[in-house]
């Protein structure tokens, strides 16, 4: 007994310390006059600038655990919000094109990655935020992959970057462009990264564009579920590769190593809610309990990462989220184009 107190007195002051950068980043959120920026991105930009202001060794612990074990709760809790029926709300047009940036993502990243000298879990975190749905999916695929914080906080500046970018140019464009409001709904809910920049893109253009936007991304935001697995997959053959001599043909992959608790609970979660056998009330009160969990985990990922070394890695990320960024809004713009929607 007297051990677990220690052991939770250990981690109280890094965990108290993400909660109230979650609370902060939270409220910079809601006070901005208008949602550009989410809180998650937030909230690992104030862990990065405190750590370079103070960081006393007294929260090493906390953080360490909320970085990982809270980060993946949260991942466990994002599955009540997901259901299968949102694709066939949207639609099979949109997985068409979905489907497009995302081989255009991983595909071209792979090589860009390659191109820039990148280490491959890097080229994968950024390539996964511009194709997927930022934050969400970097802090999804990040513990599967033992990534390190230096690179999760990397992959995540690098998608806010574009995405900032995106919602700016995005109306201007599409009006260029003469899109309906439904293929422009399409382009950006595609195209641009994290939801809140979504929804912010999509509403710039008008409320019916913003809403099917809205729709296109929650059914993205989907493809977490195949490309945790195959990133899990990926990461065990590797690691097997890395401790054994021998083919890793002959050897079959750990089945918890390929599914991991956390990811177990993620698909169950999501597979109970496509059945509707979770109530909307819950499903948002969980979803919103997720979001808050895994901006703590965030802010304990930032308060854990020094610019300094962040500086190591250069400028290679960036020219990769720009390539990547760029490459999805040309397919994705190209795709509706060949599809005759625009």
């Given at each position: 007994?007297?051990?677990?107190?220690?052991?939770?007195?250990?981690?109280?002051?890094?965990?108290?310390?993400?909660?109230?950068?979650?609370?902060?980043?939270?409220?910079?959120?809601?006070?901005?006059?208008?949602?550009?920026?989410?809180?998650?991105?937030l909230?690992?930009?104030?862990?990065?600038?405190?750590?370079?202001?103070?960081?006393?060794?007294?929260?090493?612990?906390?953080?360490?655990?909320?970085?990982?074990?809270?980060?993946?709760?949260?991942?466990?809790?994002?599955g009540?919000?997901?259901?299968?029926?949102?694709?066939?709300?949207?639609?099979?047009?949109?997985?068409?094109?979905?489907?497009?940036?995302?081989?255009?993502?991983?595909?071209?990243?792979?090589?860009?990655?390659?191109?820039?000298?990148?280490?491959?879990?890097?080229?994968?975190?950024?390539?996964?935020?511009?194709?997927?749905?930022?934050?969400?999916?970097?802090?999804?695929?990040?513990?599967?992959?033992?990534?390190?914080?230096?690179?999760?906080?990397?992959?995540?500046?690098?998608?806010?970057?574009?995405?900032?970018?995106?919602?700016?140019?995005?109306?201007?464009?599409?009006?260029?462009?003469?899109?309906?409001?439904?293929?422009?709904?399409?382009?950006?809910?595609?195209?641009?990264?994290?939801?809140?920049?979504?929804?912010?893109?999509?509403?710039?253009?008008?409320?019916?564009?913003?809403?099917f936007?809205?729709?296109?991304?929650?059914?993205?935001?989907?493809?977490?579920?195949?490309?945790?697995?195959?990133?899990?997959?990926?990461?065990?053959?590797?690691?097997?590769?890395?401790?054994?001599?021998?083919?890793?043909?002959?050897?079959?992959?750990?089945?918890?190593?390929?599914f991991?608790?956390?990811?177990?609970?993620?698909?169950?979660?999501?597979?109970?809610?496509?059945?509707?056998?979770?109530?909307?009330?819950?499903?948002?009160?969980?979803?919103?309990?997720?979001?808050?969990?895994?901006?703590?985990?965030?802010?304990?990922?930032?308060y854990n990462?020094?610019?300094?070394?962040?500086?190591?890695?250069?400028?290679?990320?960036?020219i990769?989220?720009?390539?990547?960024?760029?490459?999805?809004?040309?397919?994705?713009?190209?795709?509706?184009?060949?599809?005759?929607?625009?």
């Amino acid at each position: 007994m007297t051990t677990y107190l220690e052991k939770v007195k250990s981690l109280l002051p890094g965990f108290l310390a993400a909660f109230i950068i979650a609370m902060l980043a939270k409220f910079l959120e809601e006070a901005m006059p208008i949602h550009l920026i989410g809180a998650s991105v937030l909230a690992i930009f104030i862990g990065m600038i405190l750590n370079s202001i103070y960081k006393p060794a007294i929260l090493n612990s906390g953080l360490k655990f909320t970085s990982k074990k809270i980060l993946k709760i949260a991942i466990i809790l994002l599955g009540a919000s997901l259901s299968i029926q949102t694709i066939l709300e949207v639609g099979k047009l949109s997985l068409i094109v979905m489907c497009a940036t995302l081989l255009t993502c991983f595909g071209g990243g792979y090589f860009v990655g390659k191109a820039l000298g990148l280490n491959w879990k890097l080229s994968n975190l950024i390539s996964a935020g511009t194709g997927i749905c930022g934050g969400s999916a970097i802090a999804a695929i990040a513990p599967v992959i033992d990534a390190e914080d230096t690179d999760i906080a990397y992959a995540m500046s690098a998608t806010f970057l574009f995405d900032m970018a995106m919602i700016i140019l995005f109306p201007f464009m599409g009006h260029a462009l003469g899109l309906s409001d439904m293929a422009y709904g399409l382009w950006a809910g595609t195209a641009v990264n994290d939801t809140s920049s979504v929804v912010a893109a999509g509403y710039a253009y008008s409320e019916a564009a913003g809403d099917f936007a809205t729709m296109v991304k929650l059914t993205r935001t989907l493809s977490i579920i195949p490309t945790v697995l195959v990133f899990a997959y990926i990461n065990a053959k590797l690691k097997q590769k890395a401790t054994n001599n021998e083919s890793i043909t002959t050897k079959k992959i750990n089945f918890n190593s390929l599914f991991p608790y956390f990811i177990v609970g993620f698909l169950l979660l999501s597979a109970i809610n496509s059945l509707g056998w979770i109530p909307v009330s819950l499903s948002e009160t969980l979803k919103e309990l997720s979001k808050f969990l895994m901006v703590m985990a965030l802010g304990a990922i930032g308060y854990n990462t020094s610019f300094k070394e962040m500086k190591k890695s250069g400028i290679s990320p960036m020219i990769h989220g720009f390539i990547i960024s760029a490459l999805v809004v040309i397919v994705a713009i190209g795709v509706e184009y060949l599809m005759g929607m625009v």
